[in-house]
């Protein structure tokens, strides 16, 4: 499935008083690039609750940190649905740097369709995941 960049820079408050960036930050940026995918896709998570009354849930990861990153990092969130479900899409990230490809990160993060209402897991409408992932 296509790949999906998305471009980072590494804050002061993304640091910890070490001067790296906190461990915990990186699944912010993970979750700002699948964000940008969706988005990149014609999709806004507001107007997906609105008006389908969905929403996206994390619902397991699984994190590998290899290297820091330190302030002022330009860095590239690298995103790719490495599976889709029913009623749920499990996205390959890959933190590196921006201008060595250096890997600094890597997780697999599944995330759930959830209804907006009853908070239990639902299937996707189909033509959301086809307009989604392509070929649903």
């Known amino acids: 499935m296509e790949t999906f960049v998305w ?3 590494v804050y002061y408050e993304d640091t910890d008083s070490g001067g790296v960036v906190y461990y915990a ?9 699948r964000t940008e995918w969706l988005r990149a896709r014609g ?11 969905l929403l996206f849930a994390v619902r397991r990861l699984a994190v590998d940190y290899h290297r820091p990153a330190r302030f ?4 590239e969130v690298v995103s790719q ?4 479900g029913g009623a749920s899409l499990t996205f390959a990230h890959a933190i590196q740097r921006a201008d060595s490809a250096e890997a600094l990160c890597g997780a697999r993060v599944k995330v759930a369709c959830i209804d907006a209402d009853s908070f239990q897991a639902c299937r996707m409408p189909r033509d959301l995941l086809r307009e989604i992932i392509g070929d649903a």
């Open 25 to 33: 930050n990186y699944l912010k940026f993970m979750e700002r690039a």
């Open 72 to 75: 002022n990092d330009r860095l």
């Open 7 to 9: 471009p980072i820079r």
């Open 81 to 84: 649905v490495a599976q889709a």
């Open 43 to 53: 999709f806004e998570q507001d107007a997906l609750l609105r008006d389908r009354r």
